[in-house]
T-cell receptor, first 118, second 108 residues
């Protein structure tokens, strides 16, 4: 159980275009989803926290107008990189938790999306 | 704010034991996770500690001292497939903050 999928797994786009990445929880309802970005040989950096039916909470330094997040249902969150530029090329990873009370609230990670902007 | 410190790289021999240390300063601490990440893949969950002490899980064990802001991950009977990055991630609220990771290389 607790499987999270991402689509696409990789994408190459031209500078100035927008790219949408989907994150789905396949066998549980995710009250909260998280979006991370990871540059080569660096740590996962949290970009934003997404709660179903409400606006995402962005981390300091992350442009909310550039990285649009929509969490329209309990199983789907999308990240749209608008007007992508080469510096946005990175590995984008989502995670989800169910919000169920318990010893800990584990985050389940998707497989990641490799974005390359030419 | 969050501050996490772990060694950048470690090398160990197949069959041996290795300990990866992590020190952290975080607000609203509610537990510490260890994740394994192979290159180009998403992290996979290894362990979670919320109370002080050692949690054992097969070949992997994790230790936590909350008063010292210190944790370690212990890997026994190392296998070549254990070569990966190991991420220390203290939790605060419902967020995780990841360290830069320790790149472990297992050699014959």
């Amino acid at each position: 159980g607790a499987v999270v999928s991402q689509h696409p797994s990789w994408v190459i786009c031209k500078s100035g275009t927008s790219v949408k990445i989907e994150c789905r929880s396949l066998d549980f309802q995710a009250t909260t989803m998280f979006w991370y970005r990871q540059f080569p040989k660096q740590s996962l950096m949290l970009m934003a926290t997404s709660n179903e039916g409400s606006k995402a909470t962005y981390e300091q330094g992350v442009e909310k107008d550039k990285f649009l997040i929509n969490h329209a249902s309990l199983t789907l969150s999308t990240l749209t990189v608008t007007s992508a530029h080469p510096e946005d090329s990175s590995f984008y990873i989502c995670s989800a938790n169910s919000g169920v009370a318990g010893p800990y609230n584990e985050q389940f990670f998707g497989p990641g999306t490799r974005l390359t902007v030419l | 704010g969050q501050n996490i410190d772990q060694p950048t790289e470690m090398t160990a021999t197949e069959g041996a034991i290795v300990q990866i240390n992590c020190t952290y300063q975080t607000s609203g601490f509610n537990g510490l996770f260890w994740y394994q990440q192979h290159a180009g893949e998403a992290p996979t969950f290894l362990s979670y500690n919320v109370l002080d002490g050692l949690e054992e899980k097969g070949r992997f064990s994790s230790f936590l001292s909350r008063s010292k802001g210190y944790s370690y991950l212990l890997l026994k009977e190392l296998q070549m497939k254990d070569s990966a990055s190991y991420l220390c991630a203290p939790g605060g609220g419902n967020k995780l903050t990841f360290g830069t990771g320790t790149q472990l290389k297992v050699e014959l």
